[in-house]
């Protein structure tokens, strides 16, 4: 298993520019999640899936879409870059959507910087 | 609300001492309690989780966390620092309730260890 993938590992972006992060698992998983990692706060939940065709928002949604077509991918949305985005991004995904006890597993992060 | 805090964001060790990181929580129901670490430039690995079975967890690396309810804590402890544990380290809680998968994260403790 790769567990969970994400890619790209570096962009640079221009403020106003648009792009996907792309977040894949193939543990066939039931939840998904975004996180954003900032110095001094620790991650910050942005928007979870807890199955194809479900989402929700998290503690900071703004700025950011999401999607869950399959059970695999769960890709995030920046529709109009700005600097305060600038972050590292983990996709994270569990076995069963709901259930608080599961190990989340994350990946190898997204390293964002809006200019 | 649920919500953890880590003190010192900063812990320095020498190389085969104790390793003691603070972990405080505060919730309305009993939580369920999580440890990751963080090497450089990676995502995020479980080193361990309190789930109501037992308050006493261990985890991997030598990793132990104890929780206790009358102090609202549930502190990483680590008898022998080893060069490999530096790393940053985060506090995290599920739920509430259990019916949820959110994570709350601290804001991490950043592990030094001297030789």
């Known amino acids: 298993n790769a567990g969970v993938t994400q890619t790209p590992k570096f962009q640079v972006l221009k403020t106003g520019q648009s792009m996907t992060l792309q977040c894949a698992q193939d543990?066939?998983?039931?939840?998904m999640s975004w996180y954003r990692q900032d110095p001094g706060m620790g991650l910050r939940l942005i928007h979870y899936s807890v199955g194809a065709g479900i989402t929700d928002q998290g503690e900071v949604p703004n700025g950011y879409n999401v999607s869950r077509s399959t059970t695999e991918d769960f890709p995030l949305r920046l529709l109009s870059a700005a600097p305060s985005q600038t972050s590292v991004y983990f996709c994270?995904?569990?076995?069963?959507?709901?259930?608080?006890?599961?190990?989340?597993?994350f990946g190898p992060g997204t390293r964002l910087t809006v200019l | 609300a649920q919500s953890v805090t880590q003190l010192g964001s900063h812990v320095s060790v020498s190389e085969g001492a104790l390793v003691l990181l603070r972990c405080n929580y505060s919730?309305?129901?009993?939580?369920?309690l999580f440890w990751y670490v963080q090497y450089p430039n990676q995502g995020l690995q479980l080193l361990l989780k309190?789930?109501?079975?037992?308050?006493l967890v261990k985890g991997i690396n030598g990793f132990e966390a104890e929780f206790k309810k009358s102090e609202t804590s549930f502190h990483l402890t680590k008898p022998s620092a080893h060069m490999s544990d530096a790393a940053e380290y985060f506090c995290a809680v599920s739920g509430p309730g259990g019916a949820t998968n959110k994570l709350i994260f601290g804001t991490g403790t950043l592990l030094a260890v001297q030789p």
């Open positions: 994270a995904s569990s076995r069963r959507g709901g259930r608080a006890t599961d190990t989340q597993y």
């Open positions: 309190y789930t109501s079975a037992a308050t």
């Open positions: 543990m066939n998983h039931e939840y």
């Open positions: 919730s309305s129901v009993p939580p369920y």
